[in-house]
């Protein structure tokens, strides 16, 4: 996609790689149906700068949904996002904030590198900077995020850097780029939020599992929280140090 003049609100595309970069912006006319970008049955998107927003009206429209449209991992979406793309969801006079980025279906994975994502505000309730949900899988490596995350029906949502949780909801940390993150993730049935080791960076959130004549670089325990309506946690330690002393070694 060229630079230039706003496109409208590029409906279902199947099979489809989409790239975004600067001086794109890519919107949803007011009131509409459709997000501004609707992804699925195998597409991708590569967004390394532009600017996506969902429509303004009544409810709120999301900016971009990459779906896998299919029940199989085959037709699963794939999507990279880096610094200087902004997406945005749609406000509402009327209701709900359109969400930024939503990642749906089996196998769909996204990966963040950077970049802004900004729920929309609502009259009602404000829209999620990121929406993941059935079975679908979202990588956080950086980027700035305004509204909170969901994850939802087995749906991951994957913090690469140093973080830690308070009151099952409200995370903070810091990414490996030194870019820092404090939101709130609601986990509905079965989310998972994990918290993966970057080798590269030393964190002071946690003791390490390593003997202390180890220079370890990660903390442990890392975690997955699972939520199955009674905020169950799941520690995956014996994982996590394997991946430590393997780096080490």
Wanted: hydrophobic share 35%; glycine share 16%; proline share 4%.
């Amino acid at each position: 996609m060229k630079p230039g003049q706003p496109r409208m609100g590029l409906k279902e595309q199947n099979g489809t790689h989409l790239v975004i970069k600067e001086g794109c912006t890519i919107s949803s006319p007011p009131d509409s149906d459709w997000p501004a970008i609707r992804l699925s049955v195998g597409s991708t998107i590569n967004a390394t700068g532009g600017i996506v927003t969902g429509s303004n009206g009544v409810q709120g429209g999301d900016a971009i949904q990459l779906n896998n449209g299919q029940s199989s991992t085959e037709t699963a979406g794939y999507g990279e996002f880096y610094d200087g793309v902004k997406i945005v969801g749609g406000n509402a006079t009327d209701g709900t904030g359109g969400d930024a980025l939503v990642v749906h279906g089996f196998g769909t994975d996204a990966f963040i590198y950077g970049g802004q994502f900004i729920g929309g505000s609502g009259a009602k309730a404000d829209g999620s900077s990121i929406k993941v949900y059935n079975s679908a899988t979202v990588h956080i490596h950086g980027g700035s995020f305004q509204g909170d995350m969901l994850v939802d029906e087995n749906g991951m949502i994957a913090l690469h850097g140093c973080f830690s949780m308070k009151n099952n909801t409200f995370v903070t940390g810091i990414f490996a780029d030194d870019t820092e993150l404090s939101i709130n993730i609601i986990t509905g049935v079965n989310g998972i939020i994990y918290f993966a080791l970057v080798p590269e960076q030393e964190c002071d959130t946690a003791p390490s599992v390593a003997p202390t004549s180890y220079p370890t670089l990660s903390p442990q325990p890392t975690a997955i929280q699972s939520s199955d309506g009674n905020g169950m946690l799941t520690f995956y330690a014996l994982f996590n140090l394997i991946m430590t002393l393997t780096y080490l070694l």
